[in-house]
């Protein structure tokens, strides 16, 4: 009788050391989630930040050429 206590104790105690240790994994796991969606966040920003300054940079481009062919259409007619 004396064995089964001694197992259902050390299996208990077994029991409470999983639970410890399941909690600090969801630990590590939650905090290693937050720290990459936060660096991935950081480089969505980023990236955003690039495409924006790229779209105005088309923009520009786009109304330079613009200006550039209505100049060429321009000379076209005064040389004709």
């Known amino acids: 009788m004396v064995d089964v206590e001694r197992s259902n104790a050390a299996a208990a105690a077994l029991d409470k050391k999983q639970i ?10 939650q905090f290693t989630r937050r720290s990459e969606f936060l660096k991935l966040k950081e ?28 100049h060429v259409q321009a ?3 005064i040389q004709l």
């Open 75 to 77: 000379d076209a007619q």
């Open 20 to 29: 410890n240790f399941d909690k600090v994994c969801n630990a590590v796991l």
């Open 43 to 70: 480089a969505f920003a980023k990236s955003e930040t690039r495409r924006n300054e790229l779209e105005e940079k088309m923009v520009s481009i786009l109304q330079e050429k613009n200006d550039l062919q209505l």
